[in-house]
């Protein structure tokens, strides 16, 4: 099934892509961020990464969170996504950057394309967002809709 313009408009949608170097990342919409064609066309592969993704054990990084630590859904995700070597980018609500996204944590150590395993990467692998997502501190993505 595929998400809608009226899925993107309401639900905080969290998506993953990877850079130029296989480095895993989260977005996460907030019902107004753009959201690529690669995440549209599938609700079921959306969901299957988020599973993927939020399942996987805490350990493997450290984290640094750019937000405040303040118990909030956003805050506790980004954290223990970069704990475990995902970068995290949330939704800008900045005028001049309109419909963009903001690193709020990042790995110490990066998970890449490559330890995924093969189901996942096969989902993952065209999730392509075209930046070096370790120099990025925002990133604008064209919206499928």
């Keep these: 099934m595929r998400i809608t313009e009226i899925d993107l408009q309401c639900d905080d949608i969290m ?9 895993i990342i989260s977005f996460t919409s907030g019902g107004e961020g753009n959201v690529p064609e690669f995440v549209c066309r599938s609700k079921e592969e959306t969901v299957t990464l ?12 450290n984290a640094v ?6 118990g909030s859904a956003l805050s506790t995700d980004a954290e223990a996504l970069s704990q475990k070597g995902i ?7 900045d005028p001049d950057f309109e419909y963009g996204y903001y690193k709020i944590s990042y790995p110490e150590k990066r998970l890449q394309l490559s330890d995924l395993p093969a189901d996942i990467q096969s989902i993952i692998s065209d999730h392509i967002i075209d930046i070096d997502v370790s120099a990025a501190d925002r990133i604008m993505v064209e919206n499928a809709y």
């Design 15 to 23: 998506w993953f892509a990877i850079d130029n170097n296989g480095y």
């Design 65 to 70: 969170l750019l937000i405040d630590r303040d």
């Design 87 to 93: 970068f995290c980018f949330d939704v800008c609500s």
């Design 50 to 61: 988020e599973s993927f993704f939020m399942g996987l054990p805490t350990g493997f990084s």
